[in-house]
């Protein structure tokens, strides 16, 4: 268990990285770096726990990838929509 919570905090981290080295101008000012540092990771480790929960022990390639698709799916909400118009509520 240890070695899935450790290899996912490395994971989430290097996706979240990865996120803000390929997509720089995504993240907008009100989406602050160290929010998507810190989603990364943990996301990445919720997805563990609650892979290793339902597959049980001795799973782990299966574990770490259930945990790559959370931290990327998680990050992947905190990119903000490109130069598209947006509605408001009042209109």
Known sequence: M???ALGSVL???A???AALRWLPARFGQFRPRRLALATGPT???FGALLAHSVL???QLPATLAV???VAV?????LLRQGD???RSATA
């Open 15 to 17: 996706v979240s990285l």
């Open 43 to 45: 996301a990445a480790l």
């Open 56 to 58: 049980g022990p001795g």
């Open 11 to 13: 994971i989430g981290l």
């Open 84 to 86: 598209r118009a947006r």
């Open 73 to 77: 799916a998680l990050l992947s909400l």
């Open 67 to 69: 945990s790559l698709g």
């Open 2 to 4: 240890l070695w899935e």
